[in-house]
């Protein structure tokens, strides 16, 4: 489908919700609240970090000279293994209804370098943190239904911790991202028997206005439901549905279409780009996971610079997303930016 330049809605269709497209509001005088730019961090090692080498975290527990990357179970982590044998909920309540969650969390440095992102690392380290993804995907997945591997980048995505890295949160219980994706998804299949995400690549690829990245194994679109101004949909364009499935070529495609994103994004504003990116894979208690297709999503803040950032407030909460710049243009701007780093210009 080709540019929308009126006012329109787009549906999401893995989750079924939503966006409402303002192409005309671009023309607006007023061009949002400007954030503090943060500074992003110089040095190779800060003796202050909690997760650079060598040095000591809250809970005293001293980090090994890692020279890749590094994992720990989380020190303050939203989900532990096992609750104590107090934690019993009633299940006939039906105005107050809530369920025991276990569950592991673990946090994932990328690199030892206290100030090397992923655009700013070489595809082959980029390479190790997926093989550290793939290794903690499935070690997790053996014992949880549900495993989320995701990304907080800078400050203004709540991220009080500059070095490097992501986490991993593993439980029983779907997500409730997790349960509308696997719903839409399967809805799709059993009315065209064939994988929704499949039938997307092979649509995005023919259209070309949304791609932004074309791989031998992977597909970048901005998706047509985008709803943050520059969201990224990091698509397999194999029938794979879940990070265990990668082989090694796959991850090595992968490795550096993570890097090649993050370096657009970083160029778009000149700046260490922020976002919150997550793998999605399908649950491991499924009877068939034929239409499910493994992907991960981008949300990126900044709206028209370094510091303009997109809020989702007011009729965004009440009601459902919206957005002025439309998925095509957005698409457009990350493939016309260099996919080298501004800071190797």
């Known amino acids: ?28 005088p007023w061009k ?13 090692h800060d003796p202050n970090c909690a997760l650079c080498p060598g040095n000591t975290r809250a809970n005293g527990e001293h980090n090994p000279d890692y020279a890749d990357t590094f994992v720990f179970a989380n020190d303050f982590g939203a989900l532990i293994p096992t609750q104590s044998d107090s934690a019993e909920i009633s299940a006939e309540e039906e105005l107050f209804t809530a369920e025991v969650a276990n569950g592991e969390c ?81 809805l799709y299949f059993d009315k065209h028997q064939s994988a929704l995400l499949a039938d997307y690549v092979d649509r995005e690829i023919a ?31 194999d029938p794979v549905a879940s990070m265990a499935d990668l082989d090694a070529g796959q991850k090595d495609d992968l490795a550096g279409v993570i890097k090649e994103l993050t370096t657009r994004y970083d160029n778009v504003f000149k700046c260490s780009f922020p976002y919150s990116m997550g793998w999605h894979n399908a649950p491991k208690n499924l009877d068939s996971d034929s239409h499910w297709r493994l992907h991960a999503h981008f949300y990126p803040p900044l709206l028209r610079s370094a510091t303009v950032k ?5 009729y965004e909460m009440l009601a459902e997303s919206q957005r002025d710049l439309t998925a095509e243009t957005a698409a457009k701007i990350l493939r016309d930016v260099s996919d080298i780093h501004y800071k190797k210009g």
């Open 310 to 314: 997109k809020h989702m407030v007011g």
């Open 32 to 44: 949002g609240a400007a954030e503090a730019s943060a500074a992003a961090p110089t040095a190779d």
């Open 207 to 237: 259209e070309q206005v949304r791609v932004v990245i074309d791989s031998a194994h992977w597909l970048v679109v901005v998706p047509f439901w985008a709803a943050w101004p520059f969201e990224t949909l990091l698509l397999s364009k």
């Open 106 to 186: 673990r946090v994932i440095c990328f690199s030892p370098v206290h100030s090397k992102t992923l655009p700013e690392m070489t595809q082959a380290e980029i390479g190790k943190v997926v093989d550290t993804w793939q290794q903690h995907y499935s070690e997790l997945s053996a014992s949880y239904n549900c495993v989320h591997i995701f990304e907080n980048k800078g400050e203004i995505m709540g991220c009080s911790q500059p070095h490097p890295h992501g986490q991993v949160w593993a439980h029983d219980h779907w997500s409730s991202e997790i349960a509308a994706e696997d719903r839409n998804q399967q």
């Open 1 to 28: 489908m080709s540019n929308l330049e009126f006012t329109h809605r787009r549906r999401n269709q893995l989750t079924g919700d939503w966006v409402l497209v303002s192409p005309h509001r671009n023309n607006r």
